[in-house]
Nanobody, 113 residues
């Protein structure tokens, strides 16, 4: 059984930084496509970043502010978010693809002063 558990979401001021972490079980992060998606209020879910053995992929709109990484020993995937903007406010979901799609329950990030 695959489980993805996110943590790290909170309220942060514009310009601040935040690190989200997803602990994966039932799937190996170094053998799967792992990623982060987000869904802002009233909007569709969108890809933020993906990582696999083939490399990384980011949404063009992020302008290099976010970095995705994995820790194979801990079997986690993280998202480092810098220079956060109010438009980054959303629920962030951990994602894994290993034959089928798997999703975490989401962690809420609010960027506001």
């Amino acid at each position: 059984q695959v489980q993805l558990v996110e943590s790290g979401g909170t309220l942060v001021q514009p310009g601040g930084s935040l690190r989200l972490t997803c602990v994966a079980s039932g799937v190996k992060v170094d053998r799967s496509v792992m990623g982060w998606y987000r869904q802002a209020p009233g909007k569709e879910r969108e890809m933020v970043a993906r990582i696999s053995s083939g490399g990384t992929l980011y949404a063009d709109s992020l302008k290099g502010r976010f970095t995705i990484s994995t820790d194979n020993a801990k079997n986690t995937v993280s998202l480092q978010m810098n220079n956060l903007e109010p438009e980054d406010t959303a629920v962030y979901y951990c994602y894994s693809y290993f034959g089928v799609d798997y999703w975490g329950q989401g962690t809420r990030v609010t960027v506001s002063s």
